[in-house]
């Protein structure tokens, strides 16, 4: 058995009892093992799951806005459909010169192997390398800002983050301690120093096979007389980070967005450590009232003379495992006496 899973860092959190993916909460009997989580495709309940698989990796896919938590790290992958190159995903990253973006192509990234990644979210292209993406470097790395107490009026959604379908950030990087930003008159990707309107985005949660959350932002045109606008997050087909309007969605195809969470920062796969961890702290005793169980009654067996075999010792298991251990050792016992007066 192995030891508590805990990560490094963590902390307690309160879960929300929502229904993630198809995940099963029903309990059958008492019986933990009938949860089920979504693990890359696949609804496999807690004891069902390797613990050792939580070693492999340290980053999967955000599930929900509710992993989008102040000062946590995250990553932005993106995928361009239409490159011929193998460089079809990349990594929004902070140039050398600390004031523009860039993006970091795949041949600089760290990839994980297939079988080593980690992700909850549902029908998932298994085989794309957005879903395995983990950073190399910290220009690769930005930091969540809520801005929840400065949004205006028409923009605040006053509801837990698990029922969000989209929330508003900025972004700050570790590197250069500044805020990502959005240039006005050019429409690219920039860093700031300040925190305004143009720092910050808008994340809607929209999970596809390959992509889980759209990025845009919204100018508020009531200070100039003009009307709002959206801008979303679009790469070019030579890995260039844009704004531009698109309100017919016509690109929304050509251009993904994967944002990628610490496991030990994403609620979902909190959630199911604290159901191994459970399985775990009450297997024990569990075990230890059925071997005290099974050892009474072959000490009892014993006295009446009766020879254990493998087959008894089966049997007490099966009967003590249907709550039926007392019946069988009547049973047995009568079945013994039976066999001598014959």
């Known amino acids: 058995m192995v030891s508590k899973l805990r990560f490094k860092g963590s902390k307690k959190r309160r879960h929300h009892s929502t229904n993630h993916h198809g995940e099963k909460k029903q309990r059958v009997g008492g019986n933990k093992a009938e949860i089920k989580f979504l693990i890359n495709n696949k609804l496999q309940s807690a004891d069902q799951i390797d613990p050792k698989i939580f070693t492999k990796c340290n980053w999967t896919s955000a599930t929900t806005i509710t992993d989008l938590k102040e000062g946590m790290p995250i990553v932005i992958g993106v995928t361009r459909k ?14 050398h010169d600390k004031l523009n973006i860039t993006i970091a192509k795949e041949s600089d990234l760290k990839i994980t192997a297939k079988g080593d990644s980690i992700n909850f979210l ?16 910290i220009a690769q790395i930005f930091t969540v800002v809520r801005v929840d107490s400065i949004l205006s009026t028409k923009h605040k959604v006053d509801i837990p983050d698990a029922e969000k379908s989209y929330v508003y950030i900025a972004l700050k990087s570790p590197k250069t301690k500044k805020f990502l930003s ?18 910050i985005f808008k994340f809607i949660l929209k999970p596809t096979d390959t992509s889980n959350f759209q990025i845009s932002m919204e100018t508020d045109g009531s200070e100039d007389g003009k009307s709002d606008e959206s801008y979303k997050l679009i790469v070019t087909d030579k890995l260039k980070p844009r704004l531009i309007c698109d309100p ?13 969470v610490q496991i030990a920062n994403c609620s979902y796969a909190e959630s199911l450590i604290d159901e191994i961890n459970k399985l775990q702290t009450t297997q024990p005793d569990q075990e230890d009232a059925v071997d005290e169980s099974i050892r009474l009654a072959l000490k009892e067996l014993q006295k009446s003379g009766i020879k254990i075999t493998d087959k008894i010792y089966y049997q007490l298991k099966e009967a003590d495992k249907e709550g039926k251990l007392h019946e069988f050792l009547l049973d047995l016992k009568e079945k013994y006496l039976t066999d001598r007066r014959a």
Request: net charge negative.
């Open 82 to 95: 239409g490159i011929e190159d193998n460089n079809k995903i990349g990594v929004i990253s902070v140039a």
């Open 248 to 260: 017919d969605d016509l690109l929304d195809d050509l251009n993904q967005f994967n944002i990628r």
């Open 182 to 199: 959005h240039n006005s008159e050019k429409h690219t990707l920039c860093m700031s120093s300040t925190l305004t309107a143009q720092e």
């Open 122 to 137: 549902p029908k998932m292209n298994l085989e794309s390398p957005i879903y395995r993406v983990e950073p190399e470097n």
